[in-house]
């Protein structure tokens, strides 16, 4: 027990030693090194890209995800061709009251924006959206959410009071079992970690520095930040075999994307000279 506590000791001592070094080179980018995971998801994919030569076909996905928008509004709202029975067409089924028909429909057009959604998320997980401009960043990262809106609320409101074979009552269910379906459809294609490549090129700079930078970071088993100091008070309960002492690409790799705010902190302290302050009296 007693000497187990010893080989403890001696290893986080072993820890210490290269941690000293690390304050004067991180000091500078402290406050703004938050990168989202979604970021640092896609800054590894984009350099995994480069190390392999192997580009993702993202450009096949926003295609695929385009053609099954185009599906879905068939599936909703195909109007009569010639004198074709054609089951397809929510909208039309439920004018001649085929609910089968029109169920299968509505199941059909949710399932392809779902996954047309999914798809261009993907995409843009990998390649996100180049410009700068706040609007066309909303839209592009959005347009899973936009494109449910359009077809199961705009597309569909409008043909219902266009349309003169359906009674008031009917027209009314209609539209809010369309308002219900545009909520499902764009609950599940909304982006909520949406990213820029703006965010994503500055945490491949950032990992540019680390490359060079022989210190690396500290996180543990259970905690989900890294740590820039093996001495910070965010460590003090954890054993050394807890303690991971890598690269910080090592530790983005392992989902520990976020600085720790005491080590960031203390880094923006500059030269962190004075780290009693922050030190838990033991
Ligand atoms: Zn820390």
């Known amino acids: 027990m007693e000497e187990e506590k010893k080989a403890t000791a001696a290893k986080a001592e072993e820890k ?12 500078e980018p402290a406050e703004a ?3 989202s995971a979604a970021a640092l998801k896609a800054a590894l994919a984009q350099m995994e890209e480069q190390e392999t030569g192997k ?17 879905a509004i068939v599936a909703m709202y195909l109007p009569q061709i010639g004198d074709w029975e054609l089951p397809f067409g929510a909208m039309r089924m439920l004018v001649l009251k085929n609910y089968t028909a029109m169920i299968i429909d509505l199941v059909v057009a949710v399932a392809l924006c779902i996954g047309a959604a999914l798809l261009w998320k993907k995409a843009n997980h990998i ?8 609007i066309v960043q909303f839209i592009w990262n959005q347009l899973g ?19 003169d074979k359906l009674d008031q009552k009917t027209k009314r269910i209609a539209i809010a079992a369309l308002a219900v379906l545009t909520l499902l459809v764009g609950g599940a294609s909304a982006d909520y970690h949406p990213v820029t490549q703006d965010e994503v090129d500055k945490v491949t ?37 807890n303690l991971h002492h890598t690269s910080l690409n ?20 500059s030269g962190a000279t004075d780290t009693t302050a922050i030190t838990p009296a033991e």
């Open 33 to 35: 090194k938050k990168p």
């Open 55 to 71: 580009k993702k076909n993202t450009v096949l996905w926003r295609v695929l995800a385009f053609v099954m928008w185009a599906l």
């Open 16 to 27: 210490k030693a290269p941690a000293k070094k690390a304050p004067a080179k991180k000091a």
């Open 145 to 163: 959410l936009i494109m449910a809106f359009l077809i199961f609320f705009v597309i569909g409101l409008a043909l219902i009071l266009k349309n």
């Open 250 to 269: 090592e530790a983005w790799e392992n989902n520990r994307g976020e600085l720790c705010s005491f080590c960031a902190k203390r880094a923006s302290d």
């Open 205 to 241: 700079q950032e990992f540019n520095i680390d490359i060079q930078d022989p210190d690396g970071c500290f996180w543990t088993t259970y905690g989900r930040k890294y740590h820039l100091y093996d001495d910070c008070q965010a460590l003090s309960n954890t054993s050394a075999e």
């Open 127 to 134: 390649h996100p959206v180049k410009s700068h401009n706040k």
